[in-house]
């Protein structure tokens, strides 16, 4: 025992030290204290960079650590998003056999007979938005919703917690998984850890209950039977990580080239088939009409975040005296389409005949998506960076750090943005973009693989 302390004493303290900070974090820090939260998440941070230093072959030693740091906000209430109350009473509703596609929470307060167990609370709580409409969130995030419905038995805080060990479960299966993805595109496999360790993922997955985490562990899941040649078996798994967000949707065209013209029809067939087959228990003739408008109020009402559109909406402002609400519905529009454009012409300009390009692919396109979207919540940047470490790309992993100056907003009760710190977000993510796509020579990332012992 004292010889091991010996041989890893400074990792120990630094574990030690995440474990206190990631304790303050849960238990001890108002969103709006954002001088605190940036101390703590960049000190999280330059500990997960020295423990990547010293450690990144030792297996255990980082599992235990990455673990240990997830069980740290078990009984903690998120304090970042209230998103988790909405979780919990679509899964309350479905548990009472009611569908959260076709009751908003506004409509159905008012019933005495509701028996949604903590119901005014959570319909007070999940704020005025999430109210109103009717869920956005696909089957399989519902199944987890209301599984922590059953197993909290009526508990707020049971709840968070069943859900919360369901992520965690889900980062593990990430970890495995993408240890054996990596090793068959012949890549360090230590690469994972710099997900399994990551500030971000754990204080947005385990600490304010996102699902992020669950579809990335279907999509690597994916990505491993394929690389194995079990494209059949992989097609199930893909609808599973479109069915908890819908986000992998959008990287189907990519798999044209890979697969071929014949294995590609069949794939598509199975996954749609697959979503289908996921989506049946909750589809109702309104389901179409109320999901749709649902997203479309997502995807054209909400700003956070941005990198052009906040450029795009200062110059129109400014310059061409447009009303803020009708250019974000605009924009919303032109967007969609304009990301359609840009993965198909990604899938078809680009080889993508090995795995790993079509991953490339897939960051290049998602990038392109959260560079131009109105809405880039820090939870999204998980996904991104996760897919990342199966390239030779490492801005998302900058982009995990540099977010965490978005939060200012949070100190806000309007939630006003510091338009200067934004700057400063996105030219340290798109400087390390730009370094890597035209810098790829003998010298490219030299200075961060020296400073961080990728």
Same mark, same amino acid.
Request: proline share 4%.
């Given at each position: 025992? %004292?010889?091991?302390?010996?041989?890893?004493?400074?990792?120990?303290?630094?574990?030690?030290?995440?474990?206190?900070?990631?304790?303050?974090?849960?238990?001890?820090?108002?969103?709006?204290?954002?001088?605190?939260?940036?101390?703590?998440?960049?000190?999280?941070?330059?500990?997960?960079?020295?423990?990547?230093?010293?450690?990144?072959?030792?297996?255990? +030693?980082? /599992?235990?650590?990455?673990?240990?740091?997830?069980?740290?906000?078990?009984?903690?209430?998120?304090? %970042?998003?209230?998103?988790?109350?909405?979780?919990?009473?679509?899964?309350?509703?479905?548990?009472?056999?009611?569908?959260?596609?076709?009751?908003? =929470?506004?409509?159905?307060?008012?019933?005495?007979?509701?028996?949604?167990?903590?119901?005014?609370?959570?319909?007070?709580?999940?704020?005025? %938005?999430?109210?109103?409409?009717?869920?956005?969130?696909?089957?399989?995030?519902?199944?987890?919703?209301?599984?922590?419905?059953?197993?909290?038995?009526? *508990?707020?805080?049971?709840?968070? #917690?069943?859900?919360?060990?369901?992520?965690?479960?889900?980062?593990?299966?990430?970890?495995?998984?993408?240890?054996?993805?990596?090793?068959?595109?012949?890549?360090? !496999?230590?690469?994972?850890?710099?997900?399994?360790? @990551?500030?971000?993922? $754990?204080?947005?997955?385990?600490?304010?209950?996102?699902?992020?985490?669950?579809? &990335?562990?279907?999509?690597?899941?994916?990505?491993?039977?394929?690389?194995?040649?079990?494209?059949?078996?992989?097609? =199930?798994?893909?609808?599973? *990580?479109?069915?908890?967000? /819908?986000?992998?949707?959008?990287?189907?065209?990519?798999?044209?080239?890979?697969?071929?013209?014949?294995?590609?029809? $069949?794939?598509?067939?199975?996954?749609?088939?697959?979503?289908?087959?996921?989506?049946?228990?909750?589809? *109702?003739?309104?389901?179409?009409?109320?999901?749709?408008?649902? %997203?479309?109020?997502?995807?054209?009402?909400?700003?956070?975040?941005?990198?052009?559109?906040?450029?795009?909406?200062?110059?129109?402002?400014?310059?061409?005296?447009?009303?803020?609400?009708?250019?974000?519905?605009?924009?919303?529009?032109?967007?969609?389409?304009?990301?359609?454009?840009?993965?198909?012409? #990604?899938?078809?300009?680009?080889?993508? @005949?090995?795995?790993?390009?079509? $991953?490339?692919?897939?960051?290049?396109?998602?990038?392109?998506?959260?560079?131009?979207?109105? !809405?880039?919540?820090?939870?999204?940047?998980?996904?991104?960076?996760?897919?990342?470490?199966? !390239?030779?790309?490492? +801005?998302? &992993?900058?982009?995990?750090?540099?977010?965490?100056?978005?939060?200012?907003?949070? *100190?806000?009760?309007?939630?006003?943005?510091?338009?200067?710190?934004?700057? $400063?977000?996105?030219?340290?993510?798109?400087? +390390?973009? #730009?370094?890597?796509?035209?810098?790829?020579?003998?010298?490219?990332?030299?200075?961060?693989?020296?400073?961080?012992?990728?």
């Amino acid at each position: 025992m %004292l010889s091991y302390w010996r041989l890893h004493k400074y990792p120990i303290l630094f574990v030690v030290g995440s474990i206190l900070f990631y304790a303050s974090f849960g238990y001890d820090l108002a969103r709006t204290d954002f001088i605190k939260l940036l101390t703590l998440f960049a000190g999280l941070f330059f500990f997960l960079v020295k423990l990547m230093q010293f450690e990144k072959w030792n297996f255990k +030693f980082l /599992l235990v650590a990455g673990i240990l740091f997830r069980l740290v906000f078990l009984f903690a209430e998120p304090n %970042l998003s209230q998103d988790f109350y909405r979780f919990i009473w679509d899964g309350e509703l479905i548990k009472n056999g009611l569908n959260p596609y076709l009751h908003a =929470p506004n409509d159905l307060i008012g019933q005495s007979d509701l028996g949604i167990a903590n119901a005014q609370e959570l319909h007070t709580k999940m704020g005025a %938005l999430h109210a109103k409409h009717f869920s956005n969130y696909p089957p399989i995030n519902q199944v987890l919703f209301v599984l922590g419905a059953i197993l909290g038995g009526g *508990s707020i805080l049971g709840s968070i #917690i069943a859900m919360r060990l369901t992520l965690i479960l889900a980062d593990i299966g990430v970890l495995y998984f993408g240890r054996k993805l990596l090793q068959n595109l012949n890549q360090s !496999t230590h690469m994972v850890f710099w997900y399994f360790l @990551n500030p971000l993922v $754990i204080i947005e997955l385990t600490g304010n209950l996102h699902f992020e985490g669950v579809m &990335l562990f279907f999509m690597v899941w994916a990505l491993y039977l394929i690389s194995k040649k079990k494209w059949v078996l992989a097609a =199930p798994v893909y609808s599973l *990580s479109i069915m908890v967000k /819908l986000v992998p949707l959008i990287f189907l065209p990519i798999f044209l080239k890979y697969f071929r013209f014949k294995k590609s029809a $069949i794939f598509y067939g199975l996954v749609g088939f697959g979503c289908l087959v996921l989506l049946l228990p909750l589809y *109702s003739p309104a389901f179409i009409d109320n999901y749709s408008e649902t %997203l479309k109020l997502w995807f054209s009402n909400f700003e956070f975040n941005a990198s052009i559109y906040n450029i795009v909406k200062k110059i129109a402002v400014i310059h061409y005296e447009a009303k803020p609400w009708e250019l974000i519905e605009s924009y919303g529009k032109i967007i969609t389409k304009v990301i359609l454009v840009i993965t198909v012409l #990604i899938a078809f300009l680009r080889k993508n @005949n090995s795995l790993e390009s079509v $991953i490339t692919s897939m960051v290049l396109v998602l990038s392109c998506y959260y560079f131009l979207s109105s !809405t880039v919540h820090p939870w999204y940047v998980v996904f991104l960076m996760g897919l990342s470490l199966f !390239t030779k790309y490492r +801005f998302p &992993l900058v982009w995990s750090l540099a977010i965490v100056l978005s939060y200012q907003a949070y *100190s806000n009760p309007d939630y006003k943005e510091n338009l200067w710190l934004l700057a $400063i977000e996105y030219i340290l993510v798109f400087g +390390f973009f #730009i370094y890597e796509m035209i810098g790829r020579g003998s010298k490219k990332l030299y200075f961060f693989k020296k400073q961080v012992n990728l």
